[in-house]
């Protein structure tokens, strides 16, 4: 379970710091006046620090230790959370909705191998490799060159396109670009990734688009973001955007946090099992949240 210590900012300009396991819960709670008395008589408050624990005792105490800093404190640590921030975001299931074609692409890929899967099974080779999820669903070693040949066939012609960014997407976007750097880093092919940002008018908002190479050597999400540090350098306070357990595994292997969103194909208690420090529901939560966590 997560832990968060938060500090919101009241309407008479005033801070208040609590406790809670449901970060984006509370805050709707104290604006709904079920939260705390203090907050209750100074609405609307918002959220403009948060700080993530693995535990509830060492969440605690932090709060504690923050109750006791003069307005002048809060306020630094408050500047710490709005810092540059380098933020990565994954592409499919994150970005833009492309379940449509690919699902349908690798169905296409998988009637030749007369393999046959449920829908949710499906949603699982959004976001991952498409080698590994191959693998998975019965695809021999030595054939799943082939079944990837299958699925692009179907899927650089046409499915690329059955595709679209979610709503709130682009305008989120569009803030954030004006404080921070924005990159994307995804395991879909990187000259795909870039046509598709660029169909969509979206590669404007990035530094960087950065995904694997047909040669394999860059792969994983892990590879796709060790290659962008060292692109870009790794002195940067980085933080991932994604919506599976792969974004926050490979995040993590480079030493980088992960807010999961729960809008795309992934699980919920995956993302959060996995290591993601919170959880967006929408893309406004998202820009609240990484405009408030501190690197």
Same mark, same amino acid.
Not at 108 to 115: G, K, S, V
């Given at each position: ?18 406790? #809670? ?32 624990? $693995? ?27 709005? +810092?540059?921030?380098?933020i990565l975001? &994954? ?18 890929? *998988? ?6 899967? $449920?829908?949710?099974? !499906?949603?699982?080779f959004v976001?991952? @490799? ?10 021999? $070693?030595? /054939?799943?060159?082939h079944a ?16 679209? @960014? ?5 305008? =989120?976007?569009? /803030?954030?670009?004006? /404080?921070?750097? !924005? ?11 870039? /046509?598709?940002?660029?169909?969509? $008018? =979206? &590669? ?5 688009? +950065? ?16 290659? *962008?540090?060292?692109?870009?350098? &790794? ?8 919506? #599976? ?24 208690? &995956? *993302? ?24």
């Open positions: 379970m997560n832990h968060y210590v938060y500090i919101l900012e009241c309407s008479d300009h005033s801070y208040y710091t609590g406790y #809670t396991n449901d970060l984006m819960k509370r805050l709707t709670t104290h604006n709904k006046a079920k939260g705390a008395k203090y907050t209750k008589a100074r609405l609307p408050v918002k959220l403009v620090y948060f700080e993530h624990f $693995d535990d509830k005792s060492t969440a605690l105490k932090k709060e504690y230790a923050i109750k006791q800093l003069t307005r002048k404190a809060k306020e630094e640590l408050i500047m710490k959370g709005k +810092a540059m921030k380098y975001f &994954d592409l499919d299931g994150t970005l833009t909705d492309s379940g449509e074609g690919i699902i349908k692409s690798v169905i296409h890929a *998988l009637n030749y191998y007369d393999i046959h899967l $449920d829908l949710e099974d !499906l949603k699982t976001g991952p @490799p498409l080698s590994l999820s191959f693998k998975k669903y019965g695809i021999p $070693d030595d /054939e799943i060159e990837i040949k299958l699925f692009r066939d179907r899927y650089l012609t046409v499915g690329k396109f059955e595709n679209h @960014p979610y709503p709130g997407i682009i305008a =989120m976007l569009e /803030e954030l670009k004006k /404080e921070y750097k !924005l990159f994307v880093a995804t395991s879909k092919p990187e000259v795909t990734a870039i /046509e598709i940002l660029k169909h969509f $008018d =979206m &590669d404007q908002y990035f530094e960087k688009i +950065a995904g694997a190479t047909s040669s394999h050597e860059r792969e994983t999400k892990h590879q796709v973001i060790d290659y *962008l540090l060292n692109t870009i350098g &790794d002195e940067h306070q980085f933080i991932m955007v994604g919506d #599976t357990a792969f974004d926050v595994i490979g995040a993590k292997k480079a030493h980088i946090e992960t807010i999961g969103v729960s809008w795309g194909y992934g699980k919920i208690e &995956d *993302l959060e099992k996995a290591g993601a420090i919170a959880i967006a529901k929408t893309p406004e939560e998202l820009k609240k949240l990484l405009e408030c966590y501190p690197l």
